[in-house]
């Protein structure tokens, strides 16, 4: 992108993001370089001079090391600079902030430690579809209601199915509100014997196929877990609401490869399905311009130079600049799909971005402050 | 080593790597090239949503096969065929063929499959490697490709069979794991190639994943493909201007800057990449392929055929190496 075509004019809204919002949420599909995205917008809330809160999902380990995070977490530490606010980081741990949730709404003690030590719950975290993506809306929940940061930014997980997140926490309580769920629970409940049989064949076979040990933890499980499904439930629409008040922004993050551009479409279509308007979007990685010569007059030089050194020099600045017109073609779409939210096209940088420098480096392409 | 070689070192290749380093690219590629050599090949998806069909300049996949390419012509080429494996669709095959259809759909439609899977993690990778088997031991295709889920989740999937064994001691499904673990185990019908791209972190992960998946998994590594590798060029360090007198036309002064500008540019990556690319082979002493790196922004029938042919012209030059 040649200067005056990358959505530089949009960059005092990035700003004014940080400062005014509460919540960042940074979404985009898997390799797009959501998580230092998201530190970079958490370093830009401190240095706006806000107690600022960033939970990322699986950092690299040395981005991890320059967020503090090298041991895992799930507490928020602080990193130390030279900022007027404050940067606290923290890691997710699922398995962690659901048994937090668990004690949170189990009617006794008891009642928890018996759920906590259920084999079946013990896989839920790890296993069932939904539940990484649930426990960062809930901690983003937590973080927001439960403590006093004035911005909480998160990475999303990167899930198989994009928006995952938006819709974990009732797909969670579907989930335990199942009609199995209720079939299973039924010889405690006392519903009436010709169900109670039929629920007992059907398990019969399900223990044929997997066997009975586990059907039984499955039992034992949805047999503690009575009572706390509402609980649950009503958690589950306050962070569903929370994602869809003003005070929160989606930042959708792609690079300007088509398969993540026509993945960020999508996003942006669900986002939009879900009543949530993209608040900005951040594009890592974009090939530079050299020139306004069109490409394929380039190309056509490197051929008539073919073999020659000035051959191979038109040969790649055609290359370059086929690369940055298709990546603008396809950019220019999706500007127009999240429109009017501010643009920040983030260039190819010397390396991966592993400290705060680096991270500072990627916020001049982001905000308007200076690096310094 | 020829490509009849590589390709008859197994019959299933499990491609694995972090999203974003063009996993599905090279499933297509080896698929390509296979078909190129005159292999039949089968791709085999299990995520749902690929970029697969469109490399082909064909549109989406389901449960059951779909041509992507056909074979035939001049070169002999041979078909590359392709499915999306679900493990809805394999359960229900599954308890089909074992006798217990009646209450397959139940289990089903009824979603039990969601609380028999967190009851027993890795059952739905079982299901789907279940019957990645049953299609190797059926001898589908000559070459069986299959695009494995991306990231960190490419070693639990791996991993599901041993894990079972663990939790679910008897039955069906733990015949199944059974079957599984021992396919996985045997190099000379499964092998796992793992992609990356010449970046720091992706080559960081590549290595940490080989390592999990040989001691954890078992399974036999082939050569790593390293993807996006810029091609080499003449006149990189060459002034623009000298180099436009050797060759005697002249260049407007913006244009030699341009020129000198790209130029910068592309060694600069290219030595970067050619530390990382370094770096890989210093770590893990595995023979690399190296796809170049297209200078263009999507993949179609085209540009498949040009990595293809990169691909070939690699494994030629693998002479000699182990695999």
Redesign the interface.
Same mark, same amino acid.
Do not use: C, H, Q
């Given at each position: 992108m040649t200067d005056g075509n990358d959505g530089s004019a949009g960059v005092a809204d990035f700003d004014k993001l940080v400062r005014d919002r509460r919540i960042v949420v940074c979404c985009g599909s898997g390799g797009v370089g959501k998580t230092t995205t998201a530190a970079v917008v958490g370093l830009e809330g401190a240095r706006s001079g806000r107690r600022t809160v960033v939970v990322t999902i699986d950092p690299a380990k040395r981005l991890a090391d320059a967020l503090g995070l090298a041991g895992l977490t799930g507490t928020p530490s602080r990193i130390e600079g030279d900022w007027p606010g404050e940067l606290w980081a923290t890691m997710l741990d699922t398995k962690s902030t659901f048994d937090d949730l668990v004690a949170k709404y189990a009617a006794t003690p008891e009642q928890a430690e018996r759920i906590l030590a259920n084999r079946f719950y013990r896989n839920i975290s790890g296993a069932l579809s939904g539940t990484q993506e649930y426990m960062a809306m809930e901690k983003l929940y937590e973080l927001h209601e439960e403590s006093d940061f004035e911005l909480v930014v998160v990475d999303t997980p990167p899930t198989r199915n994009a928006l995952d997140f938006l819709d974990a926490p009732r797909r969670l309580s579907r989930f335990l509100e199942h009609r199995l769920f209720r079939m299973l629970v039924a010889p405690s409940r006392g519903v009436l014997k010709a169900v109670n049989v039929a629920a007992q064949t059907f398990l019969r076979t399900v223990s044929r196929v997997v066997g009975g040990d586990v059907v039984q933890d499955a039992i034992a499980f949805f047999q503690a877990f009575e009572g706390m499904e509402e609980g649950f439930r009503m958690r589950a629409v306050r962070v569903n609401e929370l994602l869809a008040a003003p005070e929160t922004a989606f930042v959708l993050v792609a690079s300007p490869r088509q398969d993540t551009v026509e993945e960020a479409h999508f996003f942006a279509d669900r986002l939009r399905e879900a009543g949530i308007v993209v608040q900005g979007l951040i594009v890592n990685r974009v090939h530079p311009s050299f020139t306004d010569a069109l490409p394929e007059a380039l190309a056509a030089r490197a051929d008539t130079l073919d073999g020659t050194d000035l051959g191979g020099l038109y040969r790649n600045l055609a290359d370059f600049e086929q690369v940055a017109s298709r990546e603008h073609e396809h950019l220019a779409g999706l500007a127009d799909a999240v429109s009017p939210a501010p643009l920040a096209w983030v260039p190819f940088l010397r390396s991966d971005v592993h400290d705060l420098v680096g991270m500072a480096e990627v916020g001049t392409h982001v905000f308007t402050r200076s690096p310094g | 080593m020829n490509p009849e070689q590589f390709f008859a070192a197994s019959r299933l290749v499990i491609v694995a790597g972090?999203? &974003?380093?063009g996993k599905t690219t090279v499933s297509a590629t080896l698929a390509r090239a296979a078909a190129l050599s005159g292999l039949s090949t089968l791709v085999v998806e299990v995520?749902?949503?690929s &970029?697969l069909p469109t490399m082909f300049g064909q549109r989406a996949l389901g449960y059951d096969e779909t041509v992507l390419s056909r074979g035939g012509g001049p070169a002999g080429a041979a078909d590359v065929r392709a499915r999306t494996l679900t493990a809805d669709g394999a359960l229900l095959e599954y308890?089909r063929d074992h006798g217990?259809s009646r209450?397959s759909n139940?289990?089903v439609s009824?979603?039990?499959l969601?609380?028999?899977?967190?009851?027993? %993690?890795?059952?739905k990778d079982i299901l789907l490697l279940g019957k990645v088997k049953q299609l190797e031991r059926a001898g589908v295709a000559d070459l069986i490709v299959l695009d494995a %889920?991306?990231?960190?989740h490419a070693i639990t999937f791996l991993q599901s069979a041993r894990s079972l064994l663990d939790?679910?001691?008897?039955? %069906?499904?733990?015949a199944q794991a059974r079957d599984v673990l021992e396919l996985l185990e045997d190099h000379e019908r499964c092998q796992v190639v793992l992609v990356t791209v010449p $970046?720091?972190?992706p080559v960081? $992960?590549a290595v940490e994943t080989a390592f999990s998946l040989e001691d954890r998994v078992g399974v036999g590594l082939g050569p790593i493909v390293v993807n996006g590798v810029y091609p080499e060029? %003449? &006149?990189?360090t060459?002034d623009?201007v000298a180099? +436009?007198a050797?060759?005697g036309?002249s260049?407007r002064g913006?244009?030699a800057e341009?020129?000198?500008? +790209? +130029?910068a540019?592309?060694r600069?990556?290219t030595s970067?990449q050619a530390d990382q690319v370094g770096r890989l082979a210093d770590q893990l002493p595995l023979p690399q392929l190296r796809l170049p790196f297209l200078?263009?922004?999507?993949i179609g029938p085209t540009e498949l055929d040009r990595l293809a042919h990169a691909f070939l012209a690699q494994v030629d030059v693998l002479a000699g190496l182990p695999l």
């Open positions: - | 972090k999203g &974003g380093v995520e749902g949503k &970029g308890l217990l209450v139940r289990l009824s979603g039990a969601d609380i028999v899977a967190t009851a027993a %993690p890795g059952i %889920p991306a990231a960190g939790s679910v001691s008897v039955g %069906p499904i733990n $970046e720091e972190t960081n $992960e060029l %003449p &006149g990189m060459a623009p180099a +436009a050797a060759a036309v260049v913006g244009e341009a020129l000198a500008a +790209a +130029a540019f592309r600069d990556r970067l200078f263009t922004t999507g």
